[in-house]
């Protein structure tokens, strides 16, 4: 286990700003993490852990403590569709495994970025899948124990982009390995408007790998794809969570947009949990895709997207999002939440 002094995090993250961890190690073992765990506790340092950067910001002043960043291996099927998988893997390489193999159920998540481990944290989900549907239970290291233990999907407490793991627990667990079942032979979800699109006048009904295929492609023209290049994908994906709202402020939105000759959009994902698009409401606050403030701004292809268009620093990236948050309560009486997680600040 190399342990490494001041090292940089920025380039351990999608949006590439902040500062260094007074102290860092890569860990490919449960063995590993222990022993990282045992160290901080010795050295009295404060633990963060990181997968792979890409629902984070990093605070201009980095981490003063240690950095675990979990790199653990290993893709194993255990039993037909059940799948053991190291938190360290890649996410989007698992999918590729899984629909490679004809297995369905993480389809429609091609293409997010991070590790398998960073998914059931905030329970990963996009065109209408989330990993809840699929995570039987993980291995995690429990530190308020100081043991490994199990945990079923139950214990996780899955909601809309939470688990335990960025609520009542945050902090408690390092994910080690994370348990799926999915389906042999399964059919692709095409729930999703988009994907719909995307497939209007094709014949038959489309294969997985189509079905991922598609979800890339669709995820690329909105810069929500990590494409070398591409200025736009320079973020931490969407920047604000879709509001949940109660029927009483739906309908007081719903006038006041009236007000405006304006009709909030209601997806059929959406409006079943009574959620609203954050993304219209950015719109319609003032802000529009492309939108400058300096060295950040909002990516040209999804109002939702903060982007580091050149060198900005973390305070810049929380400058912008407090300007959002304030429009947005401001013409609209509603408070949008941030999605990634704020680190060192
Ligand atoms: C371009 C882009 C598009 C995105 N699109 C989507 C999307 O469609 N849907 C969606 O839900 N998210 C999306 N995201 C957000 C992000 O990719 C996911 O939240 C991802 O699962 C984060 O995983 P990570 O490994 O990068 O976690 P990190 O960013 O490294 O960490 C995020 C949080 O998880 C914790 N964490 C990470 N690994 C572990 C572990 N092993 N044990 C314990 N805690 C851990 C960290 O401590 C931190 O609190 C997008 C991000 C980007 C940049």
């Known amino acids: ?19 260094n961890a007074r102290l860092f190690v890569r860990t490919e073992s449960i063995h590993d ?15 963060f852990v990181l997968g792979g950067g890409s629902n984070v910001v990093i605070s201009d002043w980095g981490w003063d403590g240690l950095v675990l ?12 569709g059940r799948f053991n998988v190291g938190a360290g893997v890649n996410w989007d390489a698992f999918v ?59 214990e ?31 059919k692709p979800r095409l729930q999703y408007a988009d994907l719909q699109k995307y497939f209007a006048g094709s014949d038959g009904s489309p294969s997985l790998a189509e079905t991922r295929k598609a979800v890339r ?12 290049g591409d200025p736009d994908s320079r973020s931490a994906g969407s920047f604000f969570k879709n509001p949940v709202l109660t029927s009483a402020e739906l309908e007081e939105l719903t006038r006041c947009a009236a007000e ?23 719109e319609n606050s003032g802000f529009s895709k492309g939108y400058e403030r300096g060295a950040t701004g909002i990516s040209s292809k999804h109002a939702l997207a903060i982007v580091n268009r050149d060198g900005a620093t973390a305070a810049e990236i929380i400058a912008l999002k407090e300007e959002i948050q304030a429009r947005v309560e401001q013409v609209w009486g509603i408070h949008i939440e941030p999605e990634p997680v704020f680190v060192g600040f």
């Open 217 to 228: 492609n669709i995820r690329a023209s909105k810069g929500m794809l990590i494409t070398p």
């Open 96 to 154: 590729a495994h899984a629909v490679s193999r004809n297995y369905s159920g993480i389809e429609c998540l091609s293409g997010i970025p991070g590790s398998v481990g960073g998914t059931p944290v905030q329970n990963v989900g996009a065109y209408g899948q989330e990993v809840s549907q699929t995570i039987t239970s993980l291995l995690a290291f429990d530190l308020a124990e100081n043991r490994v233990r199990e945990l079923s999907a139950a």
């Open 260 to 282: 405006r000759n304006l009709r909030v959009p209601r997806f059929p994902a959406l409006a079943q949990q009574h959620k609203i698009s954050a993304a219209w409401l950015v």
């Open 156 to 186: 996780c407490g899955f909601s809309y982009r939470t688990s335990i793991f960025n609520t009542s627990q945050r902090g408690r667990y390092v994910i080690l390995r994370v348990s799926y079942a999915l389906e042999q032979d399964g």
């Open 33 to 47: 993490v222990e022993a990282a765990v045992a160290f901080s506790r010795e050295k009295g340092l404060a633990l």
């Open 69 to 80: 960043q979990i790199g653990i291996p290993g893709i194993d099927e255990h039993a037909t």
């Open 1 to 19: 286990m190399e342990v490494k002094e001041n090292a940089p995090l920025a380039p351990l993250t999608t949006l590439g700003v902040g500062g």
